[in-house]
């Protein structure tokens, strides 16, 4: 890693900002991930060092009036947002709203809604946007639970998808069908690790907006779980909804559940009102969680895992037992220079990422036989789902978290049903290495 000094975004002084949201808009983004805002509307704790938690479900109102305003205002585009007045927990509460601020400020965006899990945050998003008849398309490649929302829960209310190679020009030309209303595609996808030609995209999108009318306008929604905001940021390239979930590396520990949606403030209304009445809120305990360990910690952890990511990579590339490996960090990465370009901290470095996927040479049943010695023996990599957390995971995704896909839509998918999937943690490299190193030996 280069030791160039940290990108400072320097705003000028206007007269909306407190001289506290000031610091935190100059300050490095690794800076503002460790303070955020110093102080904010959100919640009066100017004693704490650390926000406190708050349990409690309903609030004063103190008058019908202020009840009745409250609930006219509630999502509201000319009510402060962090400022708003408090009615009941499914609305908005203080430690949510505390995690929305730092959250929008990691992903420079004007606003942030968080959801009880990263399903939560993408039904919500996708519900808010669209209406019966519209259509999506997406990439091929999408989180299991993505993909059987997208093909069989959404079109039971008139929302059909239509999935594509994103990074296909001819693909891309059914986004000039004019019901289509969203273009839903992961960063970095999971688990193939197909990275989105975004610049190319969006250009294409502009231009086919540039033919429509507010109300029918491309909304691209983009879920940069696997690159997170340390990695890249969509806004900057003219994305319009960013999606992560929570629950994986911006939670990092495997503690708290959660998802978040941010974007510019006109699509924020809709998607509190589509929490408010579907319910996927996020718990003030995990919100809590996530804002006080995850996020200050989010590019500490991010640049170890990373690290270790790029040391196993190498290992496998040169495995005389791997068929392949998928890693943006390496030369033999179809779209490296894509990588390079797209993947960087907002300190200017390189990031490809905490994880790797990968096929062994043969068939299912050395597969089986490879991961099972891993769960069976190994001491620093475990057998288990979810991601991006401070302990290495392995997993099979085409049996495990892509099950929902049917078998004969894998290859569609582009998942080869051997293909293993690897979280990086924290550990010594070396200790992850030699857990992998014994599997193989064993085959
Ligand atoms: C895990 C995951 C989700 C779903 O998040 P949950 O918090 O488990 O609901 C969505 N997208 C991607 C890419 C994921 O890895």
Redesign the pocket.
């Known amino acids: 890693m280069t030791t160039k000094k940290p990108s400072r975004r320097v705003v000028k002084k206007k007269k909306t900002l407190s001289a506290a949201s000031l610091a935190a808009a100059n300050a490095g983004a690794r800076s503002t991930m460790v303070h955020g805002q110093t102080s904010t509307k959100a919640w009066e704790f100017s004693r704490h060092l650390i926000p406190p938690i708050t349990s409690n479900t309903t609030f004063r109102l103190g008058s019908l009036d202020r009840g009745a305003q409250g609930f006219m205002q509630f999502g509201a585009d000319d009510v402060d947002r962090l400022d708003p007045i408090l009615i009941y927990d499914r609305l908005d509460e203080p430690n949510t709203l505390l995690l929305e601020e730092q959250l929008a400020l990691l992903e420079g965006s004007e606003a942030a809604t968080t959801f009880g899990?990263?399903?939560?945050?993408?039904s919500g998003a996708l519900l808010s946007v669209l209406k019966s008849g519209q259509r999506i398309v997406a990439h091929r490649n999408?989180?299991g639970?993505?993909y059987s929302l997208l093909s069989e829960w959404l079109p039971r209310f008139g929302i059909e998808s239509t999935f594509i190679d994103v990074n296909s020009r001819e693909h891309r030309q059914l986004l000039n069908d004019t019901n289509v209303r969203v273009l839903y595609f992961?960063c970095v996808?999971?688990p193939s690790l197909d990275l989105a030609d975004i610049p190319a995209i969006m250009s294409e999108v502009r231009k086919i907006n540039r033919t429509r009318s507010e109300s029918d306008r491309i909304i691209v929604i983009v879920?940069n779980?696997?690159a997170t905001p340390w990695g890249l940021r969509p806004l900057e390239w003219g994305i319009d909804l960013v999606?992560h979930?929570?629950?994986?590396n911006i939670g990092g520990f495997g503690t708290e559940?959660?998802?978040a949606v941010m974007g510019s403030r006109r699509f924020e209304r809709g998607l509190k009102l589509a929490r408010k009445d579907f319910g996927a809120i996020l718990s003030p305990k995990s919100a809590w969680g996530i804002n006080v360990y995850g996020i200050p910690t989010l590019a500490m952890r991010f640049e170890q895992q990373q690290k270790n990511a790029i040391a196993v990579a190498r290992f496998l590339e040169k495995h005389p037992k791997v068929e392949s490996v998928l890693y943006p960090g390496l030369k033999s990465y179809g779209k490296f220079n894509l990588a390079k370009k797209l993947l960087k901290t907002p300190e200017g470095n390189f990031a490809p990422g905490t994880m790797i996927s990968f096929t062994i040479k043969g068939d299912m049943g050395r597969c089986r036989k490879f991961v099972d010695h891993v769960a069976k023996n190994s001491y620093s990599i475990t057998l288990a789902?979810?991601?991006?957390l401070t302990k290495t995971l392995i997993e099979v995704p085409g049996y495990m978290?892509h099950a929902a896909i049917p078998k004969d839509k894998l290859a569609a998918s582009g998942i080869d049903p051997r293909l293993v999937r690897l979280s990086l943690g924290v550990e010594n490299a070396d200790d992850i290495i030699a857990d992998l190193d014994a599997a193989f030996r064993a085959l």
């Open positions: 899990s990263g399903m939560g945050a993408i999408l989180y639970c993505s992961e996808s999971n879920d779980t696997f999606i979930s929570l629950t994986k559940m959660g998802g789902v979810s991601l991006g978290t």
